[in-house]
């Protein structure tokens, strides 16, 4: 069962809710003196007006508050999909982009963290324009409904269903009874490492914009940049070290900075996903800096480190950002960012992909299947950390990710369609599905998505939701249960 | 438990039985009057001698004739690698191949089917030597050690041990109750199937030799050719066609065609796996015949589809010959020819990869999956064909895929090692684990790997026998349990 009018009357909700976020940047516009941005926020009210008040009036006071699991699916996806589609009305009615299935591509891009951008130029763009891109990135990272459930009076029951089709990773962690107090938790460790990270940013002599824009990004494991060329722009090892260890943050679990701060601090170190995310990333970076210093890619090997460990982490954490053109470092380095692709960040992180303890778990269950074989009656659990993981969660992991790859793949072909090459096809359909908005080929740190017809922008639009709300909460809807009484 | 005295016997008999095997084409170099090849066997020859006797000495008769699980996947790893060592030797005691390396890479190629080459010109070697080459094909294709099963005295339960630890695809089919029969079954249908292609071949203008040759590769899903530029050579739409048909054949459950014999062909045409593989095999050529007419790629549309269809089949059923170098196709082409790179043959067949039937199991756990969120309470089975397959079946399954990639994306990290660049490493990578033969990049159908260092051949035919093997044979061996008592 599906409670239509509830559904819709939540979606005006948290329409009319970004309306209130979009008065950031619009109160810029008129700072900044943005005659054309401006323009385009107001259009965006109207638009926002318009369907809040027609949504409201036309639902009336529902029946009843009860909602279902279909619900909570189709308010997240739809949320994510309608709350793009007036995100992205400034950016075309400002005139700074060329059409609106370039602007809704941009803003899913920002929404789902994944970034990837259709424009080859970034500076020219008006500022509050600019600024609302960012912000988009902050407001996905950590989830809008989660958001809105955090903020609103308490839903009850309803708040779980829609804050469990909105929330990454196989298993989700009760912080607090309330879901609605945990949003609150998660919201505010969110904001508190945001102030912090601007807070460094502007001693390393950021202004007041870029520091803010900045931290928008890399706490959501985002990666929009108001600059060109992305973070390699502030040519600051400062900066880099900063939004390095930031982009760790935002990749990790947010559950674990709550039981830190909660006084269990041996517990999270001895988390297990905590522990592989990072030995993957010093890992990477120790094996990509001992390449870019022999092959003389960089002159010592500090400044090898400085970028690998910067890059690295950019992707294992899906955020995107870079400081070099790595499509021109030695094949190797290359590969090895690429393996990053297949792994992602962690559980109830900002970051997207497969997820760090789904790998765990994959492995793991690699070597049950070995004990399998060598015994044959034997019973093998898999065990991550200090949990077993039941048949069923087992079942899940390894479908999400047989089924993750293969959305990938297809999703290469129908970009190929554009006329890309295999390579480009290929890692742009998984830096979509992984939320990471940057590749190789001709979609590397400096490639954008301007070439790709309005139809495939759609399509990757699509990937990008699919790959954000973790491929179910979507494909749900394309099953005839779904609609079935 | 290990036995290890009846596994050395064992292995000793098949290393025996190679040398017997090895008579074809010795007789060849010696009418043909090519004295290097001749010198060549005869050199292999000492070397089993040596080997085999040695072997069968030191062990003596061994206490007990009980085999362990373990037993199995030890003398099939190790029949493949030994196998590979000694029938490599001709190859390079011949003067055709550089060095050990190279000669073993190839000759791993051959059993494994993945038929990827070393060698940049292959028509100015002794034919003898590329006759033996492509028989390596056509015996590694239905199993070493199922024909050895096949034709040994009943080996009681090891015998299913040894079968078990060879044959490919998630679900075993006992054709009979004895292994025996089931194994003498196999490869007599094998071999008039093969007899029926090269009878075709001989048709269509091949001479013996080609046409032989052609079969031995076809039949096996190989894809060695003695030409310079495969079947392209020839220039034939009937050889064209001919080959397509049997690579089909190769590709599909060699368990249907006992079916059909059994009379039981309404049975063979539900059969839910042969379904999926010819209809991705019409789907994908249909789409990319398309694509060539409409790109101008060839001038008519019933061209295209010969060369669609043919090149259709050769990367489905990870055979890898080539009528046309693909990598000048357009993009969505070559994209769609990627994409069956995650897919491969049949189960019970000769051809490689992950398997129609784990792909077809994977969507319907997708499906499940799906169905189970919107009935978060109910239970919800997965059944392919007529069958429900059980949950462990299905973690295995969904395991499989995982590791599979997995292992694919390390080993393309590997691979980039020699400096190949991220499309060439990554589809090599594939292509070896899949047991396809070629890729895209550098590793196109007009490629070779001579480029690669002597430790990445190695670590190469390492990928292809873990690929042929289907991942847990071999790695079972990688576990300290294997080891323990
Ligand atoms: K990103
Ligand atoms: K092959």
Redesign the interface.
């Known amino acids: 069962m599906i409670n239509w009018r509830l559904d819709l009357r939540l979606l005006a909700f948290i329409e009319l809710f970004i309306g209130i976020l979009m008065l950031i940047p619009t109160t810029l516009a008129y700072r900044y003196q943005e005659a054309d941005a401006l323009r385009g926020f107001l259009i965006a009210y109207l638009a926002i007006a318009v369907f809040c008040s027609t949504s409201l009036i036309l639902t009336g006071k529902p029946k009843t508050k009860t909602m279902y ?2 619900d909570g ?1 189709l308010v997240v996806t739809l949320t994510w999909i309608i709350a793009t589609a007036f995100s992205a009305i400034p950016l075309v009615a400002s005139g700074a982009y060329v059409d609106y299935s370039s602007a809704y591509f941009e803003v899913m891009s920002g929404f789902t963290t994944t970034s990837a951008t259709v424009l080859p130029e970034i500076e020219s763009l008006p500022k509050a324009i600019l600024f609302w891109r960012s912000q988009t990135n902050w407001l996905g990272g950590m989830g809008i409904v989660v958001l809105f459930v955090a903020l609103l009076p308490a839903l009850g029951v309803s708040g779980s269903l829609l804050v469990g089709a909105e929330s990454v990773g196989p298993t989700k962690d009760k912080l607090t009874p309330k879901i609605k107090n945990t949003a609150l938790i998660l919201w505010s460790i969110y904001i508190g490492f945001s102030f912090i990270e601007t807070l460094l940013l502007l001693l390393g002599g950021l202004n007041l914009y870029d520091a803010v824009t900045v931290t928008f990004s890399t706490m959501a494991a985002a990666g929009f940049c108001v600059k060109n060329s992305s973070i390699g722009t502030f040519g600051s090892a400062y900066v880099d070290i900063v939004v390095t260890l930031f982009m760790l943050v935002s990749g990790a679990n947010f559950a674990l900075y709550y039981k830190a701060l909660s006084g269990k601090l041996s517990s999270v170190l001895k988390d297990g996903e905590l522990r592989v995310y990072l030995g993957i990333w010093a890992v990477v970076s120790l094996l990509a800096a001992l390449k870019l210093f022999t092959s003389n890619t960089y002159d010592t090997f500090a400044q090898s480190l400085r970028y690998s460990t910067f890059q690295t982490a950019s992707i294992l954490t899906t955020t995107g950002f870079a400081t070099a053109n790595y499509i021109h470092w ?3 380095t ?3 960012l ?2 990053l692709f ?1 792994i992602g960040g962690s559980a109830g992180s900002a970051g997207g992909g497969v997820k760090v303890i789904r ?1 765990v778990a ?2 793991k ?7 399998h ?4 009656r034997g019973v093998f659990q898999v065990r991550v950390g200090q949990t077993t993981f039941r ?2 969660l ?3 992991i ?6 993750y ?2 959305t990938g ?2 999703g ?2 129908v ?3 554009s ?5 480009t ?2 890692s742009a359909s998984f830096l979509f599905l992984g939320n990471i908005g940057i590749g ?2 001709e979609v590397g740190p400096a490639g954008n998505f301007a070439f790709l017809p309005s139809w495939i922008k759609w399509f990757c639009s699509f990937l990008m939701l699919v790959g954000r709300l973790e491929l ?2 979507v ?2 809807l394309f ?1 005839k ?2 609609w079935k009484h």
Chains 1, 2 share one sequence.
């Open positions: 699991a279909r699916y030695p094949a190797f290359q590969v090895l690429f393996l297949f790998i994959l492995f269950m690699g070597r049950a299947q070995i004990k074989r060598i015994h044959p048949e069923d087992l079942v899940s390894a479908t999400f990710f047989g089924v790859i293969l793949v297809v290469a072909v970009i190929s369609l006329g890309a090459d295999p390579l096809s290929f190789f080929g179910f909460t494909y749900v099953s249960h779904f």
